[in-house]
């Protein structure tokens, strides 16, 4: 029995150390990049950790995000397991029930219980109401009353038959009339009641006490492994739509000194959701979605050198005269191929110098852009308004 005990206790206690923690922090937009189109938010925020796995959530991340852009860098000893953007539903708040005054609550239920009352009232005068109507149509379609059979033979029958069919058919009528009152009676009291209880139940609504609606969580969750408890810091980027800036260029004149003087100004602006509050502004020229890769080209080079020569600089000579060459330059396996077509034997072949390294190293260079680092702390608000920044003050003349 202990020996179960003790592998139940190993179970529960491996099941809570492999258990992932989840912890939401907070963060702050400390810089951003508006390009012509859209924007990179950097953003830092501070974590601890425990040992073990952990979800740490960011949240208060802007709607227009890019989750494809998302970079997360983080110090401390901890690996980065996942990152990723998401988003949240949180479920309403419940009001509890000790919002409402008690008052209210003491009606509500009296209420109900007199509209389920009243509710078998009606029923039973419903059912008293149903009973008369059929007595009333078997009373109406009876052979004698109808002036079929011996009924109608004899004059003292007939006398008996049409007496009995008006006292009773008065009798009848009396009591729908009594019953159809006391009916109406019930259901405008019961109409009543229902619009009270409808009052009383949308108090919450009328003292502002519904729970306030919330939308989706815009949140970014970052998965940490880490062997011991750790605090570290968290660097974050990615992209955002609805945004971007204009150039505006003003220009001056000095007509004593004859100089020109440009004013630089970029026209910013957001509405990317989330409000830049005393942020580090740059002003870059760049478009984060632009292929900028720069293409392979294959030179042609023209040169003096002879046709032995060339072959030796690994190029395929257009002429065998010791004039003006014009050769393209071709990988080292088709400079082998044309080596040993012309009659190379293998020792001419290995006194040829050994290639190198960096002849296989391809190289990609990216384009240039410009870009203005602001020192001064900006706040940009989510409205899609336009901001005035001045980017550059020089004189051209």
């Known amino acids: 029995m202990n020996k179960i005990i003790a592998v139940v206790g190993l179970f529960f206690a ?20 508006v390009y012509a189109e859209g924007a990179q938010v950097y953003r830092k925020a501070s974590y601890t950790v425990k040992p073990g796995v952990t979800e740490v959530i960011i949240e208060g991340i802007c709607p227009t995000i890019d989750p494809h852009s998302l970079q997360v860098k983080a110090s ?39 509209l389920r009352s009243l509710e078998f009232d009606i029923q039973d005068l419903q059912d008293e109401i149903d009973v008369l109507m059929q007595a009333k149509n078997i009373l109406a379609n009876n052979g004698a009353i109808r002036g079929q059979g011996k009924v109608n033979d004899s004059i003292n029958l007939l006398k008996q038959a049409v ?14 009339h009594a019953l159809n009152r006391d009916m109406h009676k019930k259901t405008t009291k019961q109409n009543a009641m229902n619009e009270r209880l409808e009052t009383l139940q949308n108090y919450q609504t009328n003292a502002n006490l519904n729970p306030k609606a919330q939308g989706p969580i815009h949140r970014i969750t970052i998965t940490l492994s880490s062997k011991e408890a750790t605090t570290g810091k968290f660097n974050i980027s990615y992209l955002v739509s609805q945004a971007g800036w204009t150039p505006l260029y003003d220009l001056r004149s000095d007509v004593s000194t004859g100089k020109i003087n440009l004013n630089y100004k970029a026209q910013v602006f957001q509405n990317t959701g989330m409000d830049w509050d005393d942020v580090r502004l740059n002003i870059s020229t760049n ?33 065998t005269n010791n004039v003006g060459v014009m050769y393209k330059v071709q990988p080292s396996s088709v400079m082998e191929d044309r080596k040993k077509s012309l009659g190379y034997d293998k020792d001419d072949l290995e006194e040829i110098n050994a290639e190198t390294s ?36 020089a004189d051209i003349a």
């Open 76 to 114: 401390g000893s901890v690996i980065i397991l996942d990152s990723k953007y998401s988003l949240f539903y949180p479920k309403p708040e419940e009001i509890p029930i000790e919002e409402i005054p008690l008052k209210i609550r003491k009606d509500i239920s009296l209420l109900e219980d007199s």
């Open 287 to 319: 478009n984060p979605y632009q292929n900028k890769t720069k293409p392979t080209l294959h030179p042609w080079y023209i040169d003096y050198n002879v046709f032995q020569q060339n072959v030796y600089n690994g190029g395929t000579a257009t002429n």
């Open 358 to 393: 960096n002849q296989f190293t391809q190289t990609i260079e990216h384009m240039i852009s410009a870009e203005f680092r602001i020192d001064l702390p900006y706040t940009i608000k989510s409205n899609n308004e336009q901001y005035m920044v001045l980017v550059k003050n």
């Open 163 to 176: 007496d009995y069919y008006a006292t009773k058919m008065n009798e009848i009528n009396k009591k729908l």
């Open 14 to 33: 491996f099941n809570s150390a492999m258990a992932t923690e989840k912890e939401i922090i907070k963060s702050t937009i400390t810089e951003v990049t």
